[in-house]
Nanobody, 122 residues
Framework: QVQVVESGGGLVHPGGSLKLSCAVSEFSLDDTVVAWFRQAPGKEREGVSCIHTRDESTRYASSVKGRFTMTRDNAKNIVYLQMNMLKPEDTAIYYC???????????????WGQGTQVTVSS
């Protein structure tokens, strides 16, 4: 059974940084897409970033481009999201999803984690 587990969320001041991790088991990350989505209270789930593991090409939402970086640890089957210069509007539950195409359509991804809370507040 495929498992997707996020970690690394927390409370941070505006301008601070956090690094989220997404560990995937029972599913090879050799040639697939892993994505990060987020959902703030009262808002729809939105795509933040995704990476194609075959060539490590990435795509970012315009709201996070230049501040967030997605990388992959091949040996550990883990994908990371480094978030810098965080803003209050980045506050949301962050979800990792795997197995989709390069897409910010959440229904394209079959495997999901439970999410990790990120709160940006002074």
């Amino acid at each position: 059974q495929v498992q997707v587990v996020e970690s690394g969320g927390g409370l941070v001041h505006p301008g601070g940084s956090l690094k989220l991790s997404c560990a995937v088991s029972e599913f090879s990350l050799d040639d697939t897409v892993v994505a990060w989505f987020r959902q703030a209270p009262g808002k729809e789930r939105e795509g933040v970033s995704c990476i194609h593991t075959r060539d490590e090409s990435t795509r970012y939402a315009s709201s996070v481009k230049g501040r967030f970086t997605m990388t992959r640890d091949n040996a550990k089957n883990i994908v990371y999201l480094q978030m810098n210069m965080l803003k209050p509007e980045d506050t949301a539950i962050y979800y990792c999803a795997a197995g989709g195409p390069i897409s910010f359509t959440w229904t394209d991804y079959p495997f999901w984690g439970q999410g990790t809370q990120v709160t940006v507040s002074s």
